[in-house]
């Protein structure tokens, strides 16, 4: 059964929920009908305000831990960019200051130690929050290479895997050796427990892509689907999202793989952590293309690995077979 009571579980569900408050605050502000998807500034905002207060918690809560997170705040101390976060954090943490909030998001610029650090990615899925759709916010707490809790935000998911914009939207938490959970976002119900599917027929998996596809190898994916025999339609959906609903069994397979405009692309380990520790507890599998495991003791990127697999468990071998066979 989960433990909610341990001092990180309770930093991380507070921190994650009062993150994901801020971040649908600055969408619902920020974003009108007429924005075009180039103009990132909203989701910039929304990126430094999260890391700020996910760093001003975590100094007050655990002020020797380490947090590894996206952003540096050297670009936006001379940035116009700098009013409105420290208005937005200001609305959660009432002695924010510029100064105090680009402290904090530098705070997230630390070096992974071989002990104990925080990951957190503050914002993903750029294209979701700018459309008003599916966006996460990610925190993990890795332990000797190993994460051992993780966090998802998912503002616009309810129930843990139903897209529901304007919805209650959902917490994902896994602990290692007390599985995947999820509960409303407001913290306003107990907490169920995820269970992967039990669909073992590679023909009938339902694989869950992004709307955006500069990230993943298009072309390389219908492969994989025309060889594996697939014939559902894939569920559309941006971020980290999917991985919630993979674990709640409303999808089967993840695929990662290196965009041919971006063939050098190391993964993030913020994009990674939470998220396979949220799918493993469900039972599920995650690895690289070759079925290594993920090795999050390599720093701020995933070195040792390639791309990214994930499964109900049941399918990942047939996957990983098609892929050596594909040559991928």
Same mark, same amino acid.
């Given at each position: 059964m989960l433990n909610i009571h341990t001092p990180e579980v309770r930093f991380a569900l507070l921190t994650v929920r009062k993150a994901a408050i801020l971040a649908c605050r600055i969408q619902s502000t920020m974003i009108s009908p007429t924005l075009s998807k180039n103009d990132r500034s909203p989701v910039t905002v929304a990126d430094f305000s999260v890391q700020a207060l996910v760093a001003q918690r975590l100094i007050n809560s655990f002020p020797d831990d380490i947090l590894v997170a996206e952003e540096d705040a050297s670009t936006l101390r001379n940035s116009p960019l700098l009013e409105p976060v420290t208005d937005f954090v200001t609305q959660i943490v009432h002695e924010a200051s510029a100064e105090k909030v680009c402290a904090w998001i530098e705070h997230g610029r630390s070096t992974p130690s071989s002990g104990r650090y925080w990951l957190l990615d503050?914002?993903?899925?750029?294209?979701?929050f700018l459309r008003g759709d599916q966006y996460v916010i990610a925190l993990a707490l890795v332990e000797n290479g190993q994460v051992q809790l993780g966090v998802l935000g998912c503002p616009h998911l309810s129930d843990g895997y139903r897209p529901d914009v304007g919805?209650?939207?959902s917490l994902a938490i896994a602990v290692r050796g007390q599985g #995947?959970? @999820?509960?409303?976002?407001?913290?306003?119900?107990?907490f169920a427990q995820l269970k992967v599917s039990t669909r073992s027929e590679p023909d009938q998996a339902r694989l869950l892509?992004?709307?955006?596809?500069g990230h993943t190898n298009v072309a390389q994916i219908d492969q994989v689907v025309s060889a594996l025999g697939i014939r559902t339609e894939p569920?559309?959906?941006? #971020?980290? @999202?999917?991985?919630a609903v993979l674990a709640a069994g409303k999808g089967d397979l993840i695929l990662r793989l290196l965009s041919t405009s971006q063939s050098n692309y190391v993964e993030k380990a913020w994009d990674q952590a939470a998220v396979s520790l949220v799918v493993e507890e469900a039972g599920g599998r995650i690895t690289d293309l070759d079925g290594k495991p993920l090795d999050f003791s390599t720093g701020r990127e995933l070195?040792?690995?390639r791309g990214i697999l994930v499964s109900n468990n049941l399918l990942h071998e047939a996957v990983l077979q098609t892929l050596h066979s594909l040559g991928i």
């Open positions: 503050p914002i993903d899925g750029t294209k979701g919805g209650e939207g #995947s959970w @999820a509960s409303c976002l407001a913290g306003c119900g107990d892509r992004s709307f955006e596809a569920v559309l959906m941006d #971020s980290q @999202a999917k991985y070195t040792h690995n």
